[in-house]
């Protein structure tokens, strides 16, 4: 009755877990998912209650982010399996990278399973605990991966130590833009939730006549992307950490996240055929989401028009940005073409 169209390896499942106590919680991942996708989904999207602020303004795609559809009546019955484990992978940075494009295109994955909303453990509620950190994470079963996205990790001093201390064995997650990009749609974002706010020109500068860029505004300080890293790279080698370009999770997201799948040890099984180029939003979108057999793209917060910056504006920050970029991409090995 859970589903008119269940495979007989379904069937043959729930016969056995009628007759054998106990047999529920030890279903592999791979029966689980052979009696799944008649129903749309393998894996329901796990739900974490928390509150955002993005400069003062409570950004909405942090405190409500965008999640697939509630989970097929089948997944809903093989949810209570599996055990809560303290994330083995962690995305854990920037801002307005592009991490919850990464993050939904990920769930897609029978192999990972994520908390949708954003923890904000190592920089916020650290004092609340593992126990109270490992409580918030979704059951897995054996062979899956446990994951989170919590963006400002990667700008929080306390945190590389914090994940450390918790497992050196921690794999990182890093989606990287354009910083001058990443600034104005950091602003953009402010600006939806406090209309009122200055300019982007007048909040670039300390002095707009000497040129001088403000680094303490958050907006400019997290896209210093190389002198976050060094803080990270005193805690972790580089080869524990993966650096996406937030442009090719929108140009090219399927290598993309052939590259992220690779890095998680991970079975290539987001491929093509899952995503859609959305002409009117600007970026990808997948055919089917986690937990549901219709298309799913990002919400209305996601993919804001920008409004005008002063073309000189734009170049001095070019300009403020190319050593920390060139110096970034001689630490990650990696040139990402922002010059």
Request: charged share 30%; net charge positive; glycine share 6%.
């Given at each position: 009755h859970l589903c008119p169209q269940l495979s007989s390896c379904a069937v043959r499942l729930l016969s056995l877990c009628g007759q054998v106590p106990g047999l529920l919680a030890r279903l592999s991942s791979q029966d689980c998912e052979e009696a799944a996708p008649a129903c749309g989904g393998a894996h329901p999207t796990p739900l974490a209650a928390g509150k955002e602020m993005a400069e003062g303004a409570a950004s909405t795609e942090e405190r409500s982010p965008e999640a697939p559809d509630s989970p097929s009546p089948i997944s809903s019955f093989f949810s209570g399996s599996g055990s809560k484990q303290l994330p083995q992978a962690i995305i854990i940075g920037v801002k307005k990278g592009g991490t919850r494009a990464l993050l939904e295109f990920l769930r897609v994955h029978p192999d990972v399973r994520a908390v949708g909303a954003e923890p904000h453990f190592f920089d916020r509620s650290y004092d609340k605990g593992l126990a109270w950190y490992r409580d918030l994470m979704p059951r897995t079963l054996d062979g899956q991966i446990t994951m989170e996205k919590t963006p400002s990790y990667f700008v929080t001093r306390e945190a590389p130590a914090r994940i450390s201390a918790m497992s050196k064995d921690t794999k990182l997650i890093?989606?990287?833009?354009?910083?001058?990009?990443?600034?104005?749609?950091?602003?953009?974002?402010?600006?939806?939730?406090?209309?009122?706010?200055?300019?982007?020109?007048?909040?670039?500068?300390?002095?707009?006549?000497?040129?001088?860029?403000?680094?303490?505004?958050?907006?400019?300080?997290?896209?210093?992307?190389?002198?976050?890293?060094?803080h990270w790279l005193r805690h972790f080698p580089i080869r524990q950490m993966l650096f996406v370009s937030g442009e090719r999770l929108i140009s090219d997201?399927?290598?993309?996240?052939g590259r992220?799948?690779?890095?998680?040890?991970?079975?290539?099984?987001?491929?093509?055929?899952?995503?859609?180029?959305?002409?009117?939003?600007?970026?990808?979108?997948?055919?089917?989401?986690?937990?549901?057999?219709?298309?799913?793209?990002?919400?209305?917060?996601?993919?804001?028009?920008?409004?005008?910056?002063?073309?000189?504006?734009?170049?001095?920050?070019?300009?403020?940005?190319?050593?920390?970029?060139?110096?970034?991409?001689?630490?990650?090995?990696?040139?990402f073409g922002w010059d």
């Open positions: 890093v989606v990287v833009r354009d910083p001058v990009t990443r600034a104005i749609s950091d602003y953009t974002q402010t600006l939806s939730k406090r209309p009122d706010i200055p300019t982007f020109e007048s909040l670039t500068f300390k002095n707009r006549t000497t040129g001088l860029i403000d680094t303490s505004w958050s907006a400019i300080q997290i896209g210093i992307y190389a002198k976050h890293l060094e997201p399927a290598g993309e996240l992220v799948q690779d890095f998680l040890g991970l079975k290539r099984i987001i491929t093509d055929k899952h995503f859609y180029f959305n002409k009117t939003k600007g970026f990808p979108c997948l055919k089917k989401a986690e937990g549901s057999s219709r298309p799913h793209c990002l919400g209305k917060t996601k993919g804001r028009t920008h409004p005008e910056i002063d073309r000189e504006v734009v170049r001095r920050l070019r300009e403020f940005y190319r050593p920390f970029n060139l110096k970034f991409y001689q630490m990650t090995g990696h040139d």
